[in-house]
């Protein structure tokens, strides 16, 4: 078992899951909630990692990420080639699995909710964050899972961007390609069982998630 | 208090017909009658803020819920939030993720003792003992009750019903009538409440308007309206209300 890879790939899984949380809500909720200028260009923007080869993937945040983009000339931040880098490209992959998770909840939520908490006195944020949330949060969790799982097992482009370092930058995908590689087949096979095991979890949970409530023994609320 | 006077006079374009209002209620309960599509559900959204007249002014007294720019002065919109109008909507509207006692609490937020304000709320409205069960686990009567307890909790001076009690059967509309008979002349609150039910505006209407494609046709009290109506259900509904 490559500990290193493993270590670093739950922290690479952990940012890049913070990360699709906090930008897979927000476009959620925008898309969701307000008629946005140039909607189906953005949302298009958001699905291509879910059709583009990885390659290609990698390309666009070389571009984004490397010598003569604005966060390198005015920010003076240098991601490339560290894992920070390998975190972006999994949340990359992973935003529109959450995305159109998230966006279908909250659009599913009853207006009329929404309607009687603002004659209740609420203000908009409030209505978002005591009705419209919690009543879509099945839907954000569920998202938020199956954009973690994604970014879990991200391999081409976190290659390019981030390099297949050992101890730095490789993830268990990028330990498994090497081990193959290198005939030490009982070392990735330990590998593959972990990955599976946790995807399997994973879709499990979402399965859960999107069974109707009525139809569980304990209404999870 | 002083007994205050709800003025609507409002404009609104439609899909299928202009919606043209001017009623002025006063501490009773005002039955909007009519056919489904009339009208009625849109007059209580401007009212309470859900909607935006096209023009026309709707004032609570001094308070101007909205003005059109047409009418003197500037133009005003002010939010649904701050015009403490209380509203019942015909599917009830509660929110499923909470209990009985968290949606009458819900306007309370963040202001004392909301607990035991919630709790008196509930009593009143015979609702100690389902406190803690959520929308899903009452009936529809029960929930019309939590509804109406929310909506009264933030203390509003103008409490409008839409179509509430038309899912429920008799028994259970007629101690919600009851109810909201009691209600309206402890608070001295001005009601609106629209039905497209003969007898619920015999019942509970002090006055009835008569709504019929945007417009009213007819204003007064519910039997000088329909002096021939004698079918047996409103001949009770008559006599019980004296």
């Known amino acids: ?111 009329m909710l929404e309607n009687a908490a603002r004659t209740l006195g609420s203000s908009e944020l409030e209505i978002l964050w005591r009705v419209t949330l919690p009543l879509a949060r099945r839907g954000v969790i569920a998202g938020l899972i199956l954009g973690g799982a994604r970014a879990l097992g991200e391999f081409g482009a976190t290659l390019m961007v981030a390099g297949n370092i050992p101890g730095q930058t490789q993830t268990l995908p990028l330990a498994i390609y090497d081990a193959v590689q290198a005939r030490r087949y009982e070392e990735a096979q330990m590998m593959v069982v972990v990955i599976t095991a946790v995807a399997f979890i994973g879709l499990w949970c979402v399965r859960q998630l999107e069974r109707p409530l009525h139809k569980r023994k304990t209404a999870l609320r | 208090m002083k007994p205050l006077r709800l003025k609507v006079n409002i404009e609104k374009r439609l899909d299928t017909f202009n919606l043209s209002v001017q009623i002025e209620v006063g501490a009773e309960i005002l039955v909007l009658f009519g056919p489904s599509g009339a009208g009625k559900t849109q007059t209580l959204n401007a009212i309470a803020g859900l909607m935006t007249p096209d023009a026309g002014e709707i004032t609570l007294d001094g308070t101007v819920f909205f003005r059109s720019s047409a009418n003197k002065g500037a133009a005003i919109n002010l939010p649904a939030r701050k015009r403490h109008v209380g509203y019942v909507f015909q599917q009830y509207a509660l929110f499923p993720h909470l209990s009985a006692l968290e949606n009458v609490a819900y306007a309370l937020w963040r202001q004392p003792h909301a607990q035991e304000r919630a709790e008196a709320l509930l009593e009143r409205m015979h609702l ?86 945007g417009t009213i046709e007819r204003t007064g009290a519910p039997r000088d309206i329909y002096p021939q109506t004698k079918t047996p259900l409103v001949m009770e509904a008559l006599a019980t209300s004296g």
């Open chain 2, 128 to 213: 100690t003992e389902l406190a803690h069960r959520y929308p899903h686990e009452l009936s529809g009567g029960q929930q019309q009750r939590v509804a109406i307890a929310r909506a009264l909790a933030m203390e509003p001076r103008v409490l409008l019903l839409d179509e509430p009690f038309s899912a429920l059967d008799s028994e259970i509309r007629k101690r919600l009538h009851e109810d909201l008979l009691r209600l309206q002349a402890e608070a001295e609150l001005i009601v609106i409440y629209v039905t497209h039910n003969l007898e619920d505006a015999f019942t509970v209407g002090h006055r009835m308007a008569v709504v019929r494609n």
């Open chain 1, 1 to 111: 078992m490559n500990w290193s890879a493993l270590m670093l790939s739950l922290q690479v899984t952990l940012v890049a899951t913070s990360i699709l949380f906090v930008v897979g809500l927000v476009l959620g909720v925008f898309l969701a909630r307000f008629r946005v200028p140039g909607q189906i260009i953005i949302e298009v923007l958001i699905f291509l990692p879910l059709v583009l080869p990885p390659s290609v993937i990698g390309y666009f945040l070389l571009l984004a990420l490397g010598r003569g983009s604005p966060i390198v000339e005015w920010f003076h931040v240098n991601l490339l080639f560290s894992w920070y880098a390998a975190a972006i490209a999994s949340a990359v992959v992973g935003l529109p699995l959450m995305f159109q998770s998230a966006r279908t909840a909250i659009a599913s939520v009853d207006h």
